[in-house]
């Protein structure tokens, strides 16, 4: 037994925290950080519910879990947020940065008992930003999900060809989802643990309840998914019912010693300052939703006081703001709301032709937009500062790694400045913006020769694309956006009689 009683902590969880903490004052380079990968087959192999459940499981044994999610998603890493009660952080290869990875890895975990990080897709999809190679870099042991739906013994042969295939990373042990019941349970955990050499974990029986409807750009988020505690109390249950806690706890806390040099430097720290006293609003709400916490984090981290804003709900801004971010998420689901909010659409308007600096992402590019168009061509008045209609297609019209620069000098930075990001949307502008107005040049991950396409919306005082960045790998763009809004609140006190 890896502890005795199930009703205690284990002494190396009570104590971990106390054991980085020294091994930090002696100035060592390997730290004690219990951590596991739940990764899986393929999309669909319950990844997230199977996370979400163990980390109930893990809460209500009062062990401290740090979430994380592997890849550019949003909504899975809001589902881990709130199962955990503290927030998830995106660990992504081509938006951040091996050292960048490394340093938000060390930084979060440092006050966690367990970190637990959520992968993405199937174990080996995405090449050089895939689960696969998160574990390398990290260190982590990988739990495995398979899709048991339909499935009897064949499975060996899936699992023997995921052990196989690369033997560098650690698969552990595997959790089998949609069982049908514990007959069909019993026989696939007897046939893979005869003829190889793993142990099964857990089984995720089939369950309605456990369900979450999906859309075009991935699960319904939590803002709108109905009764979430239900649905994470049930995974929990499930959890402490099916899986086995104590090996998962083991494996978690055999992982490899974490290697961290103290010399990584992953963002130029002569940006950081706390004297600028700046004032952000970011919208956050069930429409705009979509951002990485950790851009946040680096934006106070910058001296700025950062404020969360409803544009479905707030009648009014904070007239003393310095930039306003407006992030992406679902405004065309909440197109009428949004387009009836008038006194709040007449705020931003008032204050961006004072020249405050607004930079949009996605979402925030339909919200700026002269209105949006739905699928019964009902027509919704947006904000009017980006001269196009937006519609939805049925395809996507902007997918994966992408690697922009921009063309012109404009509220982000200079003419030339490169940016990585991430693009996952299916609406476009039914008119043809003008090419002196697109920032940005923008081209695959994949294709680095070719001519790229141009992208944005760039026009004084507003920048909008929908190309989502995470800052931690885009200084530079941050430190633009900083430098403007110094600028406006300069502009601001010299106009105060």
Same mark, same amino acid.
């Given at each position: 037994?890896?502890?005795?009683?199930?009703?205690?902590?284990?002494?190396?969880?009570?104590?971990?925290?106390?054991?980085?903490?020294?091994?930090?004052?002696?100035?060592?380079?390997?730290?004690?950080? !219990?951590?596991?990968?739940?990764?899986?087959?393929?999309?669909?192999?319950?990844?997230?519910?199977?996370?979400?459940?163990?980390?109930?499981?893990?809460?209500?044994?009062?062990?401290?879990?740090?979430?994380?999610?592997?890849? !550019?998603?949003?909504?899975?890493?809001?589902?881990?947020?709130?199962?955990?009660?503290?927030?998830?952080?995106?660990?992504?290869?081509?938006?951040?940065?091996?050292?960048?990875?490394?340093?938000?890895?060390?930084?979060?975990?440092?006050?966690?008992?367990?970190?637990?990080?959520?992968?993405?897709?199937?174990?080996?999809?995405? *090449?050089?930003?895939?689960?696969?190679?998160?574990?390398?870099?990290?260190?982590?042991?990988?739990?495995?999900?398979?899709?048991? %739906?339909?499935?009897?013994?064949?499975?060996?042969?899936?699992?023997?060809? @995921?052990?196989?295939?690369?033997?560098?990373?650690?698969?552990?042990?595997?959790?089998?989802?949609?069982?049908?019941?514990?007959?069909?349970?019993?026989?696939?955990?007897?046939?893979?643990?005869?003829?190889?050499?793993?142990?099964?974990?857990?089984?995720?029986?089939?369950?309605?309840?456990?369900?979450?409807?999906?859309?075009?750009?991935?699960?319904?988020?939590?803002? %709108?998914?109905?009764?979430?505690?239900?649905?994470?109390?049930?995974?929990?249950?499930?959890?402490?019912?099916?899986?086995?806690?104590?090996?998962?706890?083991?494996?978690?806390?055999?992982?490899?010693?974490?290697?961290?040099?103290?010399?990584?430097? !992953?963002?130029?720290?002569?940006?950081?300052?706390?004297?600028?006293?700046?004032?952000?609003?970011?919208?956050?709400?069930?429409?705009?939703?979509?951002?990485?916490?950790?851009?946040?984090?680096?934006?106070?981290?910058?001296?700025?006081?950062?404020?969360?804003?409803?544009?479905?709900?707030?009648?009014?801004?904070?007239?003393?703001?310095?930039?306003?971010?407006?992030?992406?998420?679902?405004?065309?689901? @909440?197109?009428?709301?949004?387009?009836?909010?008038?006194?709040?659409?007449?705020?931003?308007?008032?204050?961006?032709?004072?020249?405050? !600096?607004?930079?949009?992402?996605?979402? *925030?590019?339909?919200?700026?937009?002269?209105?949006?168009?739905?699928?019964?061509?009902?027509?919704?008045?947006?904000?009017?500062?980006?001269?196009?209609?937006?519609?939805?297609?049925?395809?996507?019209?902007?997918?994966?790694?992408?690697?922009?620069?921009?063309?012109?000098?404009?509220?982000?930075?200079?003419?030339?400045?490169?940016?990585?990001?991430? %693009?996952?949307?299916?609406?476009?502008?039914? %008119?043809?913006?003008?090419?002196?107005?697109?920032?940005?040049?923008?081209?695959?991950?994949?294709?680095? *020769?070719?001519?790229?396409?141009?992208?944005?919306?760039?026009?004084?005082?507003?920048?909008?694309?929908?190309?989502?960045?995470?800052?931690?790998?885009?200084?530079?763009?941050?430190?633009?956006?900083?430098?403007?809004?110094?600028?406006?609140?300069?502009?601001?006190?010299?106009?105060?009689?």
């Amino acid at each position: 037994m890896f502890f005795s009683n199930k009703s205690y902590i284990p002494a190396h969880i009570i104590f971990s925290n106390l054991a980085v903490s020294l091994k930090t004052m002696s100035d060592k380079k390997t730290y004690k950080r !219990p951590r596991l990968i739940i990764g899986g087959i393929s999309s669909g192999c319950c990844k997230t519910t199977i996370s979400i459940g163990l980390i109930g499981a893990l809460r209500k044994k009062n062990i401290n879990v740090q979430p994380y999610k592997i890849g !550019p998603d949003y909504i899975d890493t809001a589902y881990l947020t709130h199962a955990a009660g503290k927030d998830a952080y995106n660990l992504d290869l081509w938006l951040m940065g091996r050292d960048n990875i490394n340093y938000t890895f060390f930084k979060k975990s440092s006050n966690a008992d367990i970190s637990l990080m959520e992968g993405v897709m199937g174990l080996f999809d995405g *090449g050089d930003c895939s689960t696969a190679e998160m574990a390398r870099l990290l260190g982590v042991p990988v739990i495995l999900c398979i899709n048991c %739906e339909k499935i009897g013994e064949s499975v060996c042969a899936m699992i023997e060809g @995921f052990l196989n295939f690369d033997k560098s990373i650690n698969i552990e042990g595997l959790i089998l989802a949609k069982v049908s019941g514990q007959k069909h349970y019993k026989l696939l955990k007897e046939a893979i643990e005869k003829r190889l050499k793993i142990k099964v974990l857990g089984n995720l029986v089939n369950d309605r309840n456990l369900s979450v409807k999906e859309r075009y750009l991935g699960l319904t988020t939590v803002f %709108e998914k109905k009764d979430l505690e239900v649905f994470i109390d049930n995974a929990t249950k499930q959890a402490e019912k099916n899986f086995d806690i104590e090996k998962i706890l083991e494996i978690a806390y055999n992982a490899s010693d974490f290697n961290y040099k103290s010399s990584y430097r !992953p963002f130029d720290t002569a940006c950081l300052h706390d004297d600028y006293k700046l004032k952000i609003a970011y919208s956050f709400d069930s429409a705009f939703s979509f951002f990485y916490r950790q851009n946040i984090d680096i934006l106070k981290m910058m001296g700025a006081e950062c404020m969360p804003f409803s544009p479905l709900k707030d009648s009014c801004l904070d007239k003393d703001i310095d930039l306003l971010i407006l992030w992406g998420g679902f405004p065309e689901v @909440f197109a009428k709301r949004l387009s009836e909010n008038k006194s709040l659409k007449n705020d931003i308007l008032k204050l961006y032709k004072h020249g405050l !600096p607004i930079y949009a992402e996605c979402g *925030g590019f339909i919200y700026l937009a002269k209105s949006f168009i739905d699928k019964k061509n009902k027509v919704y008045p947006m904000l009017g500062l980006i001269p196009a209609d937006i519609k939805l297609s049925e395809k996507l019209k902007g997918f994966g790694y992408k690697l922009a620069q921009t063309r012109f000098d404009t509220i982000v930075g200079n003419a030339g400045m490169k940016v990585r990001g991430h %693009e996952f949307h299916h609406s476009f502008s039914v %008119e043809e913006l003008p090419d002196k107005y697109k920032p940005y040049i923008l081209r695959s991950k994949y294709e680095e *020769g070719a001519n790229g396409n141009l992208d944005g919306f760039a026009n004084g005082n507003l920048f909008a694309t929908y190309l989502h960045a995470h800052f931690i790998g885009n200084i530079s763009l941050v430190s633009g956006l900083i430098s403007r809004a110094r600028v406006y609140r300069s502009k601001k006190i010299s106009e105060m009689p």
